[in-house]
């Protein structure tokens, strides 16, 4: 998943930096954030040391920011800053078992936060990776088409509908998932990757429309 994940999101950022009139490009990266999502709970899941995690994912979160600023002009937090913020409501949620009245207060809490502040996909992120986290994998896909129906008539999010054909292929097409995942993605690939491209995509797309430098590739 993780190498779907990269391609996607790649996708996504090419269409948004160099083709924002076309569709295509975005409905296509719509996948990339369940891909993420999905296999940063695994990850947690996995994980033999949930503090090392958390750093690690807050690192390439902090390694990110200038580079997704410098690459798409916003003022918010990037995405895989939203999801270190997401495991660390994963992990209190595990600390507060049994205390559902905080675990609710907890959830509502880091929601309102990613959603009132600039961070990327807002509230729309937690409950995602809510859903990878508690919902039984049948459900995965009902409840994530009513997220996507709540954030269209809210915000106005139509191209999110298609992040729905991820969940779909986790649920009912783990073989294709698993065909995908026999490209194996070296780690420091994984960890890289995202502030990165990032990195790359901005300089190139900068350069590019840059009069100047344009000028000059073309008297060469």
């Known amino acids: ?16 930096l160099w083709f924002p009139e076309s569709s295509a490009w975005r409905i296509v990266g719509r996948l990339a954030l369940p891909f993420y999502a999905f296999t940063m709970v695994l990850g947690y899941f996995r994980t033999r040391d949930v503090k090392r995690y958390l750093r690690r994912v807050a690192w390439i979160a902090v390694l990110s920011q200038l580079p997704y600023q410098f690459a798409f002009d916003r003022l918010e937090v990037n995405t895989v800053g939203s999801l270190f913020v997401c495991l660390l409501l994963l992990r209190l949620l595990d600390q507060w078992k049994g205390k559902q ?17 600039p961070f990327s996909y807002g509230a729309y992120i937690v409950l995602l990776v809510l859903i990878y986290r508690y919902a039984q994998i049948q459900w995965f896909a009902l409840f994530h088409f009513s997220l996507n129906v709540v ?60 009069q100047v430098f344009i000028d000059i590739l073309r008297a060469l």
């Open 1 to 16: 998943m993780q190498f779907l994940a990269m391609l996607t999101m790649l996708i996504d950022h090419i269409g948004l």
């Open 151 to 210: 954030s269209f008539f809210i915000k106005g999010w139509f191209l999110q509908a298609f992040s729905l054909f991820a969940t779909f292929l986790i649920v009912y097409w783990p073989g294709f998932i698993r065909s995908a995942d026999k490209i194996k993605v070296p780690r420091l690939v994984w960890r890289s990757f995202y502030p990165l491209h990032l990195a790359v995509l901005a300089i190139i797309y900068h350069l590019t429309s840059n």
């Open 101 to 117: 009245v905080l675990q609710v207060i907890a959830a509502a809490g880091f929601a309102a936060i990613l959603e009132f502040f």
